[in-house]
């Protein structure tokens, strides 16, 4: 097999905020996977909170990555055995995954989520409110009114009122994500008035290193259901997050790659919890591996390239509030 890896930098239609920083740009890391003269592509993000960059993605990916393929892009379980040896490089695996899939889809002529015996089919998406002034929120929120869902950046002073603000523009479902921002204190005083709006889940409250904020949260009641985000980030921390949280959110770029994502999935319900599946901002080619899987989980916040200010690539349909993978052969995307 012969891999090429490049770094592409995607532009966003606005600056978006979360509580840690903002950003104009993502840069990704894209790989083409050349077997038998068929080319599967792949992207992922690397996430920063991993300490992970494109740099050292797309390295991965032309350094060590060609010997860890081998020469059978069929051999998923067996290459996933030697990537998994690998320490970290978690965005490189997910596109590397991703151009796995779309080659062997492209070559049996089939989409991915029909390989693998799924719906493509999944619930409605969430968009994303980044952190803002209440004005810009309101000015946001009015302009999501197309969705079905809306999540809210929050991490901020003004956070009661602009999710107040957003309540104020749509009747759909909320839910706030902190990023780590939030601490106990705030938390108890903000949980009843988000109750009160409407919220129906929050999204990493605290650093993901202070469980004891989790667990004495979780004795609140009534309260939404609190969701682990930076705090799991593959199979290995499933376990332990069943023990603290009541859902895990399941990224493809941080669990590295779709076969994970779907290991997750499955011994997340064997443990009780609930299931969101998420995204970095990505194009479509990185959206794609788990649009083909949405249909396993509770939430879906699959928004990342309807943040670009352009489209590189296409093929993914949004219906009825839904990302969904559209009927061409592997990933089912192309560029534009």
């Not at 050292?56 to 067996?78: C, H, I, K, Q, V």
């Not at 859902?247 to 969101?276: D, F």
Request: aromatic share 4%; charged share 25%; hydrophobic share 45%.
């Amino acid at each position: 097999m012969e891999l090429r890896a490049r770094i592409v930098s995607l532009t966003l239609a606005e600056e978006f905020a979360i509580s840690r920083a903002s950003r104009t740009t993502q840069e990704v890391v894209q790989l083409e996977l050349e077997h038998e003269g068929i080319v599967g592509a792949g992207e992922s993000a690397p996430v920063y909170y991993r300490g992970e960059s494109a740099e050292s993605a797309a390295e991965f990916l032309s350094e060590e990555a060609p010997a860890l393929a081998g020469d059978d892009p069929f051999a998923l379980e067996a290459i996933g055995q030697r990537v998994e040896d690998v320490e970290g490089q978690a965005a490189g695996k997910a596109a590397l995954d991703g151009a796995l899939h779309d080659w062997i889809g492209r070559r049996l002529g089939l989409p991915v989520w029909r390989l693998l015996g799924l719906s493509p089919v999944g619930p409605p998406t969430s968009y994303t409110i980044g952190i803002d002034t209440v004005e810009g929120t309101h000015r946001r929120a009015r302009a999501a009114r197309g969705f079905r869902a809306l999540k809210i950046k929050v991490g901020g002073p003004d956070d009661l009122a602009r999710v107040e603000a957003v309540r104020a523009e749509s009747d759909m479902p909320l839910r706030v994500d902190a990023n780590e921002g939030w601490t106990l204190e705030s938390a108890r005083e903000l949980v009843p008035e988000l109750m009160e709006l409407g919220v129906e889940l929050i999204e990493q409250p605290f650093p993901a290193g202070d469980v004891d904020s989790f667990r004495e949260l979780r004795e609140l009641e009534p309260r939404p259901p609190l969701v682990v985000d930076e705090g799991c980030h593959d199979l290995a921390d499933v376990a332990a997050a069943a023990e603290y949280a009541d859902a895990i959110n399941v990224k493809l770029a941080k669990s590295g790659g779709l076969r994970e994502a779907v290991r997750m999935i499955h011994a997340a319900r064997a443990l009780g919890l609930r299931v969101m599946l998420g995204c970095m901002i990505e194009s479509q080619l990185g959206i794609a591996p788990a649009a083909a899987v949405a249909s396993l989980v509770d939430w879906v916040d699959l928004d990342g390239h309807l943040l670009l200010a352009d489209e590189p690539y296409t093929g993914l349909e949004f219906r009825d509030g839904r990302v969904l993978p559209g009927p061409n052969p592997g990933l089912g995307v192309a560029p534009a």
